[in-house]
């Protein structure tokens, strides 16, 4: 696999869907390292933004390899919905935004956005974890593993915490947030 994924349009159901949007991208963080040291993060999107499993019985929907060799299927409500991630992570991190640890399907820890933590309702989860860089002029890579509608309770979440604590803590113990 490539780091960062880039990602090339997708013909799906006789319509290209350009995924321009969602090419890697930088946020500066004014003076998160020190004073007068900013601290860069990279922010980069992987293909179950725009997708969903494929369980192998016919799709009416391109069906493609994920970032790790797995079988997806384009779906035209998360390509929606992913239309906004760019501008989305943007403010999240720039307004220091609260996040919070969640479990996926296979138990691996991430860390999750879904708008307003404090109320419950559908929420748009954004699904991310934190990695030092091994690239010259990025600090932490903040990679976004999946994105999509799902119902929200905040009571199970009461421990929401701001996200430049998580870059901090990436940055200066040079470890991967959530830890695995």
């Known amino acids: ?19 321009h949007h969602l090419q890697p991208f930088k946020v ?22 725009y997708s969903q499993a494929h369980d192998r019985s016919p799709a009416i929907e391109a069906v493609f390899l994920d970032e790790g060799g797995k079988s997806r299927v384009f779906c035209p409500i998360r390509y929606k919905a992913c239309l906004s991630l760019h501008t989305l992570c943007t403010q999240f991190l720039l307004n220091n935004g609260l996040t919070f640890e969640s479990k996926d399907r296979n138990q691996r820890n991430h860390l999750t956005i879904a708008g307003d933590p404090t109320t419950d309702g ?46 901090r803590q990436c940055y200066f113990k040079r470890e991967r947030v959530p830890k695995s």
């Open 1 to 19: 696999m490539t780091f960062p994924v880039t990602h090339q349009s997708i013909l799906s159901n006789g319509t290209t869907h350009k995924l």
């Open 28 to 49: 500066t963080l004014a003076d998160q390292i020190a004073p007068g040291q900013d601290l860069i993060v990279r922010v980069s999107f992987h293909s179950h933004v």
């Open 122 to 167: 559908v929420k748009y989860h954004v699904y991310y974890e934190l990695m030092p860089s091994k690239t010259a002029g990025v600090n932490v890579e903040f990679v976004v593993k999946s994105a999509y509608d799902k119902e929200y309770v905040a009571a199970h979440h009461k421990r929401r915490e701001h996200v430049k604590r998580f870059l």
